[in-house]
């Protein structure tokens, strides 16, 4: 309860500040989006634009969005070190004042798709009117922080979600020096995919629901036995099944072992500096740094330099990146590492389409405490039999007679009367007017290109489990893929579709769904639904479509065509749309 009440202020603090200037101090100076290309650093700043203009975000704040450098992948570290240089170049000696939030939101999105085009950060949720997006969960339920803290940089990521309530001290401060890290009590499985915290001795014997500790030590992704010998784990007494982070655990036991577990951290501005300064030095980076990994693994009084030549989740050149984590190392060994405990919190991951359904499309906890709804800003049939209880809409006008199975999602789309769609199916951007049948588990994606200076559409159509990452190094192993659950060997025999190169963009020796070349181009975003529902339905059914007459493209290349403003204001006309039909309905009621 303490945990749904406290969120729901925030939600409701943010609310006021939607559209009206701030006053100084009361929010964040500066608010910075990274991006990993100029295509993306583009749509995102079209984004912000429009929002803006729409007044949905608080005024007189300098947003920004930090594109990296051209080259090499550099990681969420790198980005951070390139932010820096980007407020210095920008700010110069001012920024040492400001407050700033810094949201790396740099990923292409491969596992949840629908947001690889306009960015994990501008994922919908069902909430707010105008509706939010990740953007403002984040500024939402990081409303109480600017206020608490001395100037420096609050890092966090575009998917994940931390809902807390800090009991009777009201709010966390961020004002020591060094860095400060959020902490959630989370089981071991969950430790073992994120970074670990490792916490000085404590003589309060009392739990609170916040509490200053310092740490000893920082693991990242440790395995359990690593946990145990490094007196990472903690008892629970009493703590219930409700006290453990958001996605961490189906099923705990009481008297159960814990550890606690990362999400964002802080960092004071003389670190910033002391990392620009660095970054400075060395000119290029030429190697993936994890902000998390290789700045937080180097802090603490227990901290030591093995991790720096674990390279095991690593997939770029070794020798440098090693180089790399060592000098990061004696850079940083010393600074200390503040953590807040927050025992009555949830940390929750929106990354991947299974992660997306769960929690918006059924009845999940994250649901009840952020107060998501099965409907929102949408026209939807009044008939509830044609409806599923638990499927949701968002920002979307379906026909009176369409159907929705439960677990499924539906945003920013148009369906018609003779449109039913399967359970746990994901549909977004599209127009679907003429009959379809849309199977269980299907994921719809529409994307405007701009190709040649015409406007043309495309969509994406597979199955929600999909795995579009997994790839293979020869034409020979393709049949290894799977698309809708099948070889995709014999989807291309059904579509008519030769293996030759050609089928392929990008890499010739990483072959996978995201870059095989099998989506059709249409001139009208309803005929690119219906020819892409019609291949989906062909490997379904075992049935033929002859895709050869087709432009095709791969999503990689639709992303690089990719029309924001077209997609902006198609999402744009449907907001309108509602708000007319609900302005009617008003004044009808009235």
């Given at each position: 309860?303490?945990?749904?009440?406290?969120?729901q202020?925030?939600l409701?603090?943010f609310?006021?500040?939607?559209?009206?200037?701030?006053?100084?101090?009361?929010?964040?100076d500066?608010?910075?989006?990274?991006?990993?290309d100029?295509?993306?650093?583009?749509a995102?700043?079209?984004q912000?634009?429009?929002?803006?203009?729409?007044r949905?975000?608080?005024?007189?704040?300098?947003?920004?969005?930090?594109?990296?450098?051209?080259?090499?992948?550099?990681?969420?570290?790198?980005?951070?070190l390139?932010?820096?240089?980007?407020l210095?170049?920008?700010?110069?000696d001012?920024?040492?004042?400001f407050?700033?939030?810094?949201?790396?939101?740099?990923?292409y999105?491969?596992?949840?798709?629908?947001?690889?085009?306009?960015?994990?950060?501008?994922?919908?949720?069902?909430l707010?009117?105008?509706?939010?997006?990740?953007?403002?969960?984040?500024?939402?339920?990081?409303?109480?922080?600017?206020?608490?803290?001395?100037?420096?940089?609050?890092?966090?990521?575009?998917d994940?979600?931390?809902?807390?309530?800090p009991?009777?001290?009201?709010?966390?401060?961020?004002?020591?020096?060094?860095?400060?890290?959020?902490?959630?009590?989370?089981?071991l499985?969950v430790?073992?995919?994120?970074?670990?915290?490792?916490?000085?001795?404590f003589?309060h014997?009392?739990?609170?629901?916040?509490?200053y500790?310092?740490?000893?030590?920082f693991?990242?992704?440790?395995s359990?036995e690593?946990?145990h010998?490094?007196?990472?784990?903690f008892?629970?007494?009493?703590?219930?099944?409700?006290?453990?982070?958001?996605?961490?655990?189906p099923s705990?036991?009481?008297?159960?072992?814990?550890?606690?577990?990362d999400?964002?951290?802080?960092?004071?501005h003389?670190?910033?500096?002391?990392?620009?300064?660095?970054y400075?030095k060395?000119?290029?980076?030429?190697?993936e740094?994890?902000?998390?990994?290789?700045?937080?693994?180097?802090?603490?009084?227990?901290?030591?330099?093995?991790y720096?030549?674990?390279t095991?989740?690593?997939?770029?050149?070794?020798?440098e990146?090693i180089d790399?984590?060592?000098?990061?190392?004696?850079?940083?060994?010393?600074?200390?590492?503040n953590v807040?405990?927050?025992?009555?919190s949830?940390f929750?991951?929106?990354?991947?389409?299974e992660?997306y359904?769960?929690?918006?499309?059924?009845?999940?906890?994250?649901?009840?405490?952020?107060?998501?709804?099965?409907?929102?800003?949408?026209?939807?049939?009044?008939?509830?039999?044609?409806?599923?209880?638990?499927?949701?809409v968002?920002q979307?006008?379906?026909?009176?007679r369409?159907?929705?199975?439960?677990?499924?999602?539906?945003?920013?789309?148009?369906?018609?009367?003779?449109?039913?769609?399967g359970?746990?199916?994901?549909?977004?951007g599209?127009?679907?007017?003429?009959?379809?049948?849309?199977?269980a588990?299907?994921?719809?994606?529409?994307?405007?290109?701009?190709?040649?200076?015409?406007l043309?559409?495309?969509t994406?159509?597979?199955?929600?489990?999909?795995?579009?990452?997994?790839?293979?190094?020869t034409?020979?192993?393709?049949?290894?893929?799977?698309?809708?659950?099948?070889?995709?060997?014999s989807?291309?025999?059904?579509?008519?579709?030769?293996?030759?190169?050609?089928?392929?963009?990008?890499?010739?020796?990483?072959l996978?769904?995201?870059?095989?070349?099998?989506?059709?181009?249409?001139?009208?975003?309803?005929?690119?639904?219906?020819?892409?529902?019609?291949?989906?339905?062909?490997?379904?059914?075992?049935?033929?479509?002859?895709?050869?007459?087709?432009?095709l493209?791969?999503?990689?290349?639709?992303?690089?065509?990719?029309?924001?403003?077209?997609?902006?204001?198609?999402?744009?006309q449907?907001?309108?749309?509602?708000?007319?039909?609900?302005?009617?309905?008003?004044?009808?009621?009235?």
């Amino acid at each position: 309860v303490a945990l749904r009440e406290s969120t729901q202020r925030k939600l409701r603090k943010f609310s006021e500040l939607r559209g009206k200037p701030v006053a100084a101090g009361e929010f964040w100076d500066i608010v910075a989006i990274t991006a990993a290309d100029e295509r993306q650093e583009l749509a995102y700043k079209q984004q912000l634009s429009e929002k803006l203009k729409r007044r949905e975000l608080p005024l007189g704040v300098q947003y920004h969005v930090f594109v990296d450098p051209v080259g090499a992948k550099i990681g969420n570290g790198g980005s951070t070190l390139c932010a820096l240089q980007c407020l210095e170049n920008l700010y110069g000696d001012k920024w040492n004042s400001f407050t700033i939030l810094l949201i790396h939101s740099g990923g292409y999105s491969q596992r949840l798709p629908n947001a690889s085009a306009l960015g994990k950060i501008f994922t919908a949720l069902p909430l707010g009117n105008p509706i939010y997006q990740m953007l403002e969960l984040k500024l939402a339920m990081y409303i109480d922080f600017p206020s608490h803290m001395n100037p420096g940089i609050l890092v966090t990521c575009a998917d994940d979600i931390e809902l807390y309530s800090p009991g009777e001290s009201g709010f966390i401060r961020f004002d020591k020096p060094g860095f400060t890290a959020l902490a959630h009590p989370s089981s071991l499985t969950v430790g073992t995919t994120h970074g670990v915290f490792v916490l000085e001795p404590f003589d309060h014997s009392e739990r609170k629901d916040l509490e200053y500790r310092c740490c000893y030590r920082f693991l990242h992704k440790p395995s359990i036995e690593i946990m145990h010998q490094c007196d990472a784990v903690f008892r629970a007494r009493n703590f219930s099944q409700q006290d453990f982070a958001g996605d961490n655990i189906p099923s705990l036991k009481l008297d159960t072992e814990y550890v606690y577990t990362d999400s964002l951290f802080y960092m004071d501005h003389k670190s910033a500096k002391k990392l620009l300064a660095f970054y400075e030095k060395i000119g290029t980076l030429n190697c993936e740094i994890d902000a998390y990994g290789d700045f937080l693994q180097a802090l603490g009084p227990g901290a030591t330099m093995e991790y720096t030549r674990n390279t095991s989740n690593v997939t770029k050149e070794e020798s440098e990146l090693i180089d790399m984590r060592q000098r990061i190392f004696h850079l940083l060994k010393g600074t200390s590492l503040n953590v807040v405990v927050l025992n009555n919190s949830k940390f929750y991951h929106i990354g991947t389409t299974e992660e997306y359904l769960f929690h918006l499309a059924s009845d999940s906890s994250l649901k009840s405490e952020l107060g998501l709804r099965f409907i929102a800003s949408s026209i939807v049939p009044a008939i509830p039999e044609c409806f599923g209880k638990t499927s949701c809409v968002i920002q979307s006008i379906l026909d009176s007679r369409c159907s929705v199975a439960p677990g499924s999602v539906v945003e920013y789309s148009r369906l018609g009367p003779d449109v039913s769609v399967g359970e746990n199916c994901i549909i977004s951007g599209s127009y679907i007017i003429t009959k379809a049948v849309l199977p269980a588990y299907s994921f719809v994606c529409s994307l405007s290109l701009k190709m040649n200076g015409y406007l043309k559409h495309s969509t994406m159509a597979f199955g929600v489990q999909d795995n579009l990452k997994k790839n293979v190094k020869t034409l020979s192993d393709i049949k290894l893929l799977q698309f809708f659950g099948v070889s995709l060997l014999s989807c291309l025999d059904s579509w008519n579709l030769k293996v030759t190169e050609k089928l392929f963009s990008g890499n010739m020796t990483s072959l996978s769904l995201w870059t095989a070349r099998i989506f059709p181009v249409c001139c009208s975003l309803s005929d690119s639904v219906t020819t892409s529902l019609k291949m989906l339905n062909a490997v379904k059914n075992k049935s033929a479509f002859n895709l050869n007459s087709y432009q095709l493209l791969s999503i990689e290349e639709m992303l690089g065509y990719k029309d924001v403003e077209d997609m902006v204001a198609y999402r744009e006309q449907i907001f309108q749309e509602i708000s007319l039909k609900k302005k009617q309905s008003d004044l009808e009621t009235s």
